[in-house]
């Protein structure tokens, strides 16, 4: 099996946890774009969704499905989403594609969530993939001086500004046993908007995609 069909089948297995007349959150990257493509075959079936990025807005609609505001929706029951790595926690690096903090927000209204990835990015320990943080343009100097403090490496990330008009600064070269208290940490860092280290909120369900089929992983 391919990458791409790897990740067509967890989407397919996500579908399996929407609730009905409900809406549903979506994620943000190729994977979620997957799952888009297997929510709008059911759209009928569900309220709506609320989008994660923009990104992730434009192809919801253009698939047909209804978007809401966050702020016009009470509960969200489920958020199905990708991740750049996930451990056997449930703790997820997220924001390769820059859209961290609209999808932790977006999270943390949800019930439930539930992380569609394929085998190559569950990992014995986070941190091998730059862990993204999305700074406010101002706090640049301030945020790098900060991280380095770390023990990691904050590289800018160049030409790119998120959907909430700031930037992205990855960090590089951490090992990540303890990442409730890392995400604690970075937290407390004047002018960090947020980290893309999801482990305070981790997934609640993992679909990995695997040459033998779809596993479904729940934190050990
Ligand atoms: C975007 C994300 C994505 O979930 C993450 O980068 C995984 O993307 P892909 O499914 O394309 O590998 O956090 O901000």
Redesign the pocket.
Known sequence: MTQDEL?KAVARAAVAHVVEGEIVGV???????CFIDELALIRHRIRGAVAS?EATRRRLEEHGITVFDLNDVDQIPLYV????EINEAMQMI???????TR?KIVAAVSRKFVCI?DRS?LVPVLGRFPL?VEVIPMALGHVQRELACLGGIPLLRTGFVTDNGNLIVDLHGLQIVDAVGLETRINQIVGIVTS?LFACRPADVCLLGTATGVQTLTAV
């Open positions: 990740k994620g943000t990257g190729s994977t979620a774009n990025s989403d990708g991740a750049d997220k924001g390769g594609g820059g859209a961290l999808e990835v990015k993204p893309g």
